[in-house]
Every structure is written in structure tokens, then in C-alpha cells.
């Protein structure tokens, strides 16, 4: 469920119409529902919580929207961190999420990057190989501080909506092999600088079917009762994020609850915590993105372009994923003025051929001017958001109730040419 409907103002994101947020903040925006991200926060948390789930640390995954005002709203709640970046690490930290309540991942974490996380304190950094394990032993050292380490374990196990957001194949570059999970876990056990507390797996994102998921945890399961019996010290097993959300004319996914209840049977009765990284579950449907028709150019050979303002820099998945978002006018027309509804290819305005967000869609009738809201942006939207073309940065709005606040501004184009730098050389 969110907070996305039609009122006597036409699409509204709880209380506030989005034709008013377009004529104060301009298009293209992104509009996030802060009621939806909290309820789907909550959602997840009560799902977990109801299966008997005891103390699970829900890491919201920063990468889906990394807004600080957004991490705000799931920190208040009690969510934590998972990051993949110092950058992201100091978002959360930002957003006044406690370091304890903090997990970095990523396969390419720098010296400065694992110092910095580590005098923050973080829960774990999650290894993703041997080499990084050796660096972040070292950087601990010359801290003189014990890192606490989770191994991200590659299960080998196929998921994911598409090839290029799936990560738990051993083809992919993501975590160590299971095969070397529990040497590495054995050495680092003995070492100075290091502490091991658990184990990580996160298998791909957009995932609609449990049957992947539940194999990789199973897998897991295996590995932490083979590091028990070895003596081994664990107290966390992290199972990632990357539930499905419902995109319009998508596979349904499974629910919170029904993911909840294949975790709780898969891991019933093992003697540690578990965390979990959810990042699209929670902000997908929280979010969308407004922009208004420049033109409607219709070719004699029958194409018909829906030229908008919003463009692939400032959504991506349609050209990166062919991701599918539903698009919807934020003032139907009247269907007797315009007759229903007209065939678009919806474009935007870069230059480039993949600057296309559908092909052939059936829309309601729409002229330049008229706005439409791209329904679940709210996770990687903004947050892959670039200025290619040199289009402004696409700002946010978080509404609550009937007030809303830009909570990350367009910036100018002083700003953005302030940027280069000409040497006097040139
Ligand atoms: C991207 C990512 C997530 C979140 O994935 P979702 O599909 O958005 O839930 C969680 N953990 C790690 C390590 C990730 O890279």
C-alpha cells in the first residue's frame, strides 16, 4: 500500500497534490511519501517480529534512496545502516543512525574508507575477499583497534529481476566462495586486529520468487552451524535485501510476511541474531518522479514521441533494466475531451536513443504542458540520478501529511559550472 491517489487536485502524494509540488519546485521531481516509507518500514519489521524473529537489525540498504532526510525518517524508527561507501557511511551517521546500528558492504572498500568506518564504530564491515580481509586487518592494526567482520559468503545461488542486479552467483564478483568461508572465517578468528561476528549473504535484487532466496539461506545456515561446531565464534547472520516490490504489470512478489515465515523456517532454532538489508522493499513504491510534456511529436510514418522534461539521467532503470513504471497524468483529461487514450513512445530529451522510458505505451490523451508521475521511483531513482548533458541534479521533496519540503535542491547552473576548473595553462 501507499499514499499515491487521486483527490479533487488530481494525483496526490498524502495530502499535497503533486500539481502543486510541480508549479513550486518545478519538474522534473522526485516526491517521496513519508507515510509510505514508515509504513513500509514498520511492514517489514512487525512481518519479521510476528515469525518470531527476535531483535532483527533492519539495515535499511542507503544505496535505494539515500537521502538523509529519508534516512532520517527510517532511523527515527529504529532502522540501521547498510551502506557501500564512506560516503553513504556518513549519510547515515548524517541522519543520526548510530554507527552500532551500521553495516558496510562493497567489494572495493579503500584504506580511508575502512579507517573511517571503523572509527565510527560500525556493526560490521562486511569482507567481500581475502585481499580485503589482509587490508582491513592492516587498517585496524595501524588504528590499534579490533575490526569486526562479517563474511559476505557467495552461495553460488541464481536470482534477481534481471542479469545485471543479480550478485549471488560465484561468477559475479560479490562476497568469498563458500568454499573458503570457513578457512578465512578460522584465520581471522586468530587474528590480533580482527573479530569475526558473523556471516552475510545478499543474492540479487528485485527477487518475486522465495525459491533462490530460500536455497542461499539454507546454504547459509549450513555454513554457521559447520563455523559453531568448529568452536567458531558467531552471533549474526546477515541475509541481505533484495525482496521484490509490486511494480505495476510485474510479477507479484511475496509479501513481507511470506518472506518473513521462509526465514524464520530456515533458520529455526540457530543461535544468532539475524540482520537483514532492505533497500527497494522500503522506498520503491515511496517515491515518484514528476515531469511535465515539452511536446507531443508525431512522425507521418506513424511514431508518436512523448517528449517530457525528465530524462534517463534522472531515471536510469528504464534504460539500464528495461524497467517497466507505470505512468500516470496527475489531471486525468476528461475522457470526452481527448477520447481515451493515445499510443507513446515516451522519451526524454538527451541525446542518446536509450534516452527512451516505453515504447508503444497506451496512455491517457496528453498535450505539452500536462504532467505525469512515474510511479515507483522511489528507490533507485534520485540516488542514480547524473548531471549528463548538463541537466540539473533532479530534486527531492518529502511530503508529510499536508506540508511537504525540498530536501535536496536543484542546483544551478552557477553551482554546476562552478565545479570545472579551467587551468591557467589552457
Ligand atoms: C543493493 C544491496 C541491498 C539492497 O537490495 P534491495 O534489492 O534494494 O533490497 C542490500 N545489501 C547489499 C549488500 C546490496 O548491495
Known amino acids: 500500500m501507499n499514499h499515491f ?3 479533487p487536485e488530481g494525483l496526490a502524494c498524502e495530502g499535497v497534490p503533486l500539481a502543486r509540488v510541480a508549479a513550486q519546485v518545478g519538474t522534473p521531481v522526485y516526491v517521496y511519501s513519508r507515510a509510505t516509507l514508515e509504513r513500509h518500514y514498520t511492514v517489514f519489521r512487525a512481518a519479521l517480529e510476528l ?15 539515500s537521502n538523509v532526510a529519508v534516512l532520517k525518517v527510517l532511523g527515527d524508527l529504529g532502522a540501521g545502516a ?9 549519510r547515515a551517521l548524517a541522519a543520526g543512525i548510530p554507527g552500532e546500528r551500521i553495516v558496510f558492504s562493497g567489494v572495493g572498500k579503500k584504506r580511508g574508507e575502512i579507517a573511517f568506518a571503523l572509527q565510527a564504530g560500525v556493526a560490521e564491515i562486511n569482507v567481500e575477499s581475502e585481499p580485503e580481509l589482509n587490508l582491513i586487518a592492516a587498517v585496524a592494526a595501524e588504528l590499534g583497534v579490533k575490526a569486526k567482520v562479517a563474511f559476505r559468503v557467495n552461495p553460488d545461488v541464481a536470482a534477481g529481476g534481471h542479469a545485471k542486479i543479480a550478485t549471488g552467483k560465484s561468477e559475479n564478483k560479490f562476497g568469498v ?3 573458503e568461508a570457513a578457512r578465512l572465517y578460522a584465520n581471522a578468528s586468530n587474528h590480533a586486529h580482527l573479530e569475526p561476528i558473523g556471516v552475510a549473504c545478499h543474492i540479487g535484487s528485485q527477487i518475486t520468487d522465495l525459491t533462490p532466496m530460500r536455497q542461499a539461506f539454507s546454504k547459509m545456515r549450513g555454513l554457521v552451524e559447520q563455523l559453531l561446531a568448529e568452536g567458531l565464534h558467531v552471533e549474526r547472520l546477515d541475509l541481505g535485501g533484495g525482496l521484490g516490490v509490486p511494480y505495476f504489470n510485474m510479477p507479484e512478489p511475496p509479501s513481507p510476511a511470506e518472506f518473513a515465515a521462509m526465514v524464520a523456517e530456515v533458520t529455526q532454532g540457530l543461535p544468532v541474531k539475524l540482520a537483514f538489508e532492505p533497500g527497494r522493499v522500503i522506498a520503491a513504491n515511496a517515491g515518484v518522479l514528476v515531469s511535465e510534456v515539452i511536446h507531443v511529436h508525431e512522425r507521418p510514418e506513424g511514431k508518436r514521441f512523448l517528449v517530457i522534461d525528465a530524462a534517463m539521467n534522472d531515471l536510469i532503470r528504464p534504460a539500464m533494466y528495461d524497467a517497466f513504471h507505470d505512468i500516470r497524468p496527475l489531471v486525468p483529461r476528461a475522457k470526452t475531451e481527448q477520447g481515451g487514450e493515445t499510443t507513446y513512445d515516451v522519451v526524454g530529451p538527451i541525446c542518446e536513443t536509450g534516452d527512451t522510458f516505453t515504447r508503444d505505451r497506451a496512455l491517457p490523451s496528453l498535450a505539452a504542458g500536462d504532467r505525469v508521475a512515474f510511479m515507483s521511483a522511489g528507490a533507485y531513482g534520485a540516488a542514480m540520478a547524473s548531471e549528463y548533458n548538463t541537466r540539473p541534479l533532479v530534486p527531492e521533496v518529502l511530503v508529510d501529511g499536508d506540508r511537504f519540503a525540498v530536501i535536496r535542491e536543484r542546483p544551478s547552473y552557477e553551482d554546476m559550472l562552478s565545479r570545472d576548473v579551467v587551468p591557467d595553462w589552457v
Open 5 to 7: 491517489e487521486y483527490g
Open 51 to 65: 515469525a518470531g524473529i527476535v531483535d532483527p537489525l533492519i539495515a535499511y540498504a542507503v544505496k535505494a534512496n
Open 82 to 90: 547498510d551502506t557501500v561507501s564512506e560516503g553513504e557511511v556518513r
Open 177 to 179: 566462495s563458500f568454499a
